[in-house]
């Protein structure tokens, strides 16, 4: 069986689609963000995807029936959980605000 003589073939253009397939793009640089524009995204719940701007995370557990009423009551208002829960606690914080501030002296006390 004789043996196929493949010296000339041009291979050129397979190598130049492979190094433009495997060519890697230049990276878009990310946007940094001043603590303040950090503070104000947190505080508007726009973190994600934003490098260094973490959102502050807990992780609760509710009773069957709170995590339905919480679950129900976002899908009603057409929230998120997260979004349905924040308002909650926000307008807990505005009907305890005096208790709050008197809460957090107390505790500078200390």
Request: net charge neutral.
């Amino acid at each position: 069986m004789a043996k196929k003589d493949f010296s000339n073939v041009n291979t050129g253009s397979v190598y130049d689609a492979i190094s433009e397939a495997t060519a890697q793009e230049p990276q878009k640089e990310r946007k940094t963000y001043t603590e303040q524009e950090a503070q104000e995204l947190r505080e508007a719940g726009k973190t994600q995807g934003r490098k260094g701007v973490k959102a502050t995370r807990i992780n609760m557990a509710f009773s069957p029936t709170v995590h339905d009423y919480i679950r129900t009551m976002a899908r009603v208002r057409g929230e998120s959980v997260t979004e349905f829960t924040e308002a909650v606690f926000k307008q807990h914080m505005e009907a305890n605000a005096e208790t709050y501030e008197k809460a957090k002296a107390f505790i500078e006390l200390i």
